[in-house]
């Protein structure tokens, strides 16, 4: 049997006071990840806004009974603009379907995608109270949705509200073991120009890799305020075994041996491979498998890097992910838990309160926490006290 190690599992430090001025919206806000984010630079979130009643219950079971949740769908809520209250930041993680492979990248103007042009229209209808700062999260194939038109008529949306604009992209993984690319937009109302950097300077980085970079120079006609930003933290520094509970062998969390058999049979050649050097290591190593179908086949695909691959909703068999533990000979396979998914998006300590597919829908549609601080610390602060 191998030795089973300490697994550390990191911390979040208690949120500082938020600092004055420093309040926020936040729509689309499903189970709130983002406010924990927000607190952790020293904001305070005084409104959020979904459309989904289970996801109001994790972020009431989590925070406490809320007044300031509304429950409304956001083109709706553009009709009473006067609902929001006066902020420094409105933050949209809006829906990604559309904007995804899930959704046969339909685009921007197209299903739950479109829901960002109701967020736009509540901006809109605030006139002179549009916050001085907002910042929307989605999936990087925003970048090249509909040939880069659909980036370019967001951006242009902001432009026309008085925003500049900056835009960046941040993987969870340079904060936590899941791989989870994002791109953020951020609009500033009345950015200072004297720090901002020029598109033609720009060099690939960690944060502005070389397809945003494109992007951003072929947005020719766009009013940017583009931000030097520092390295963020190293990338898969973190451990999935770190986010892991060591759960006995003998919990019926863990598959039984007929079930995880058939697993290894799903995979390929090159991914039994992996599990089969997994299998005959000498202490615990772990992976993570998610099942896709390829070739009218489901198939089982093995991750062995350290990192979990993105949390995502579970709709159909393919969207839960995987925990595969082997060595010494013996493999063991059962589903990431709620505690585990709510580390792996950089929340320990959320209170789940509902049933498991309740909570994956609400970890797969969040943010990652570390990120938005993240951004919030070296892009959002900065660019409050300049004002």
């Known amino acids: 049997m191998p030795t089973l190690t300490q697994r550390p599992l990191f911390d ?228 999935l075994e770190s986010v892991l509970d060591d759960v006995p062998l003998d919990s019926p969390q863990w598959w039984s041996r007929d079930r995880a058999e058939y697993l290894l049979s799903q995979m390929s050649a090159r991914h039994r491979c992996a599990a089969d050097a997994m299998i005959g290591g000498k202490r615990w190593s772990y992976g993570t498998v998610f099942r896709r179908v390829r070739h009218g086949r489901s198939m089982a695909e093995l991750r062995t890097d350290g990192l979990a691959g993105c949390l995502r909703t579970p709709k159909g068999g393919s969207g839960r992910q995987i925990l595969f533990q082997a060595g010494d000979g013996e493999h063991h396979s059962r589903l990431l838990n709620a505690d585990e998914c709510a580390r792996l998006m950089g929340a320990p300590g959320y209170r789940v309160t509902c049933r498991l597919n309740e909570a994956l829908f609400g970890f797969g549609d969040a943010v990652c926490v570390p990120a938005v601080t993240w951004i919030a610390q070296h892009v959002l602060n900065p660019a409050l006290e300049a004002r």
Not at 23 to 42: D, V
């Open 12 to 239: 979040v430090s208690p949120a500082p006071p938020p600092a004055p001025g420093r309040t926020a919206a936040e729509f689309f806000a499903g189970i709130g990840l983002a406010r924990i984010g927000l607190e952790q630079a020293g904001w305070e979130v005084v409104l959020a806004n979904d459309l989904d009643p289970s996801k109001q219950r994790l972020y009431e079971g989590h925070f406490g009974p809320s007044t300031h949740y509304l429950l409304e769908d956001v083109h709706r809520l553009a009709e009473r603009p006067e609902c929001v209250p006066d902020v420094s930041l409105a933050h949209a993680s809006f829906p990604c379907t559309d904007l995804s492979l899930a959704g046969a990248r339909r685009g921007l103007d197209s299903g739950q995608s479109s829901a960002f042009w109701g967020f736009h229209q509540l901006l809109e209808a605030m006139h002179d109270r549009r916050p001085p700062l907002v910042l929307l999260e989605n999936v990087t194939g925003l970048l090249n949705s509909h040939g880069g038109r659909d980036l370019h008529a967001l951006l242009r949306s902001l432009n026309r509200l008085g925003y500049a604009v900056d835009a960046l992209v941040l993987d969870a993984a340079h904060f936590v073991p899941q791989s989870r690319p994002r791109l953020f937009v951020i609009g500033k109302r009345r950015a200072p120009r004297d720090r901002d950097l020029r598109p033609d300077t720009l060099a690939p980085s960690p944060t502005r890799p070389a397809k945003l970079i494109e992007a951003i120079r072929a947005a020719g006609d766009i009013d940017w305020s583009i931000a030097q930003l520092p390295e963020p933290p190293p990338y898969g520094a973190v451990r």
